[in-house]
């Protein structure tokens, strides 16, 4: 499990680098949009790392612990208003 952390982590730090490489190169720019296609990209595959080798996990302890099961159940709250924005209708997204 700890690997499976560091892993993401490390995704979180390089999706926060492209960020901040779009931030300069501007999303209109060609560059700038190939970054803003690896950030979606990336983006994808973590959030697909975390429901696949994540949750289960943490799931599975919430058995146990009511006080992770209450907050597991708030983050999936939040992740569902989160993954009901759809990427092909923000107008970022409409320039990768």
């Known amino acids: ?3 499976l952390v ?3 982590k490390k995704d979180h730090t390089a999706l926060v680098k492209l960020l901040d490489e779009i ?8 560059e700038g949009k190939n970054k803003l296609q690896q950030v979606k990209t ?3 595959a973590h959030l697909a790392k975390e429901d696949k080798e994540l949750y289960p996990v943490l799931k599975k302890a919430a058995e ?3 006080k992770l099961k ?3 159940d708030l ?3 939040d992740m569902d208003g989160i993954s ?3 990427w092909s209708s923000s107008p970022i997204m409409q320039m990768v």
């Open 84 to 86: 009901k924005l759809r």
């Open 6 to 8: 560091e892993d993401l």
């Open 23 to 30: 931030k300069v190169l501007g999303t209109a720019s060609p």
């Open 70 to 72: 209450s907050l597991l």
């Open 42 to 44: 990336g983006l994808l």
């Open 64 to 66: 146990k612990d009511a």
């Open 1 to 3: 499990m700890s690997k």
């Open 75 to 77: 983050f999936a709250k």
